[in-house]
């Protein structure tokens, strides 16, 4: 089986912009029309979450959505990268969203853009987005070793898997009486929905109401994610770990404000129960794992069958540590997070939050989405581009803008800022002398803060 791509897409539907648009608006300083790339591509992908041979899904998705901000002046601001993985079985379908990076440039005007509801509004949107129109760009090829099976699941003759299929099927109709029989199907292709239902999988487990839905990260100090050498700039804000945690855990609540059945967890490797408990943003929160199922004890299922292998993702890189090892079906839940506790990356004072969510998200609500499809190809390449910068060399960065308006399929959306921005009233501004600076860091790129003498 391959995917093919049909080209690109723009989001849209009745020429109607406005919904992500005016919610981005509001964060924006106005009166400055901001400029917005935002671009999404969608693959197959191999499983996330290894699951023995009985339970494994039939099919599963990889999206990447990518957005950048420039200033009306075409200075790049912030990105945000983002990946969800729809899996699907023959009962169900689940959604694993997965915030990989956030950065800001340290470009920005003081008080230009803020920041928190910026991501919280593009967060609320990405998770909005319907499962059907996350995969409605792909298209199956079907290759030989693939047609016995689709055929033997075929229950309607809706689509022809061959020229000789159609064949049979005419001379069938034909002998009984009907002689104007047309093939209403490519027999090279098969869209995305009926692909979906020769594998039995239901049209109405597609549906928002129906999708269990994850939002997952962690929080770790680190210079920058997406913008080299943007720590040198003066307006790069800084957190220390736990302000960042704390940021990230007020910012969820707001994403995951109005879900359905939705249950927060937070763990803090190394940290004792009561300890995690000061962090929580609200009452509804929980100590421990999104990734913990309840149906499932921490004696009978390893820890691979249940933790998802996400790019860049510390947890991800230990069951890859236990594969090598030889000892990835031998190690269950309880003993997993032992052992990631003592591992390197959590053993050095490093408040590592792990933050995950579920729940069932409200439908989508406007027939909107303002966001441009690329091809794989593409997509990789653009974000190349944009990672590949020195964003301390306004000599390397200033043409970003243009050459991310030349690439082939790209586009952007224009948002006039409607904020009244912060009043900074008496604060200190980043061109003061003093050697000291105190900079709030509102996203993952953050350097650890020395503690005061007491």
Not at 283 to 297: A, F, M
Request: proline fraction near 4%; charge should be positive; include cysteine.
């Amino acid at each position: 089986m391959t995917v093919i791509d049909i080209g690109t897409e723009t989001f849209t539907e009745n020429n109607d912009w406005t919904n992500l648009q005016d919610m981005l608006s509001k964060h924006l300083k106005k009166p400055g029309k901001y400029i917005f790339f935002n671009n999404y591509t969608t693959k197959l992908s191999v499983p996330v979450i290894y699951k023995p041979k009985k339970e494994k899904a039939l099919l599963i998705t990889k999206t990447t959505h990518f957005c950048l901000l420039f200033s009306p002046q075409k200075v790049p601001l912030l990105a945000i990268e983002v990946y969800t993985y729809c899996t699907f079985y023959k009962d169900r379908v689940e959604r694993l969203v997965y915030v990989s990076k956030a950065d800001t440039t340290g470009l920005q005007k003081l008080g230009e853009v803020n920041v928190g509801q910026f991501i919280v509004e593009y967060m609320k949107w990405v998770c909005q987005i319907p499962v059907e129109t996350l995969i409605s760009n792909l298209k199956f090829k079907n290759d030989n070793s693939n047609q016995p099976k689709l055929i033997e699941n075929l229950t309607k003759d809706k689509i022809f898997l061959s020229e000789t299929h159609y064949a049979l099927y005419r001379l069938e109709k034909i002998a009984s009486g009907e002689v104007n029989v047309q093939m209403n199907k490519s027999s090279n292709t098969i869209p995305y929905l009926e692909y979906l239902e020769l594998l039995g999988i239901d049209r109405i487990n597609l549906k928002t109401e129906n999708v269990k839905t994850k939002l997952v990260l962690f929080t770790r100090s680190e210079g920058q994610y997406l913008f080299p050498e943007s720590i040198k700039n003066k307006g790069k804000h800084i957190l220390d770990g736990r302000e960042l945690l704390k940021w990230w855990l007020k910012n969820v609540d707001k994403i995951t404000k109005n879900w359905s059945q939705c249950n927060r967890f937070l763990n803090i490797l190394n940290s004792e129960e009561r300890e995690i408990i000061r962090y929580f943003p609200s009452s509804e929160w929980k100590v421990g794992s999104v990734y913990d199922d309840p149906l499932l004890t921490s004696s009978a299922s390893p820890a691979i069958y249940q933790i998802p292998l996400l790019p860049d993702d510390p947890k991800g890189r230990f069951l890859e540590h236990l594969i090598v090892e030889g000892r990835v079906k031998k190690v269950k839940c309880k003993q997993y997070w032992q052992e990631l506790a003592i591992r390197q990356e959590f053993s050095f004072g490093a408040i590592v939050g792990l933050i995950g969510v579920s729940g069932i998200v409200n439908e989508f609500q406007s027939k909107n989405l303002q966001s441009t499809y690329l091809k794989p190809k593409i997509m990789k390449h653009v974000t190349e581009l944009i990672t590949s910068k020195d964003y301390f060399d306004k000599s390397d960065w200033s043409s970003l803008y243009d050459e991310l308006s030349n690439i082939k399929d790209m586009k952007h959306f224009d948002i006039i800022g409607s904020w009244e921005g912060k009043n900074v009233g008496t604060k200190r501004t980043l061109d003061e002398t003093d050697t000291k600076p105190v900079i709030i860091n509102t996203l993952m790129c953050v350097k650890s803060r020395k503690k005061s003498k007491q």
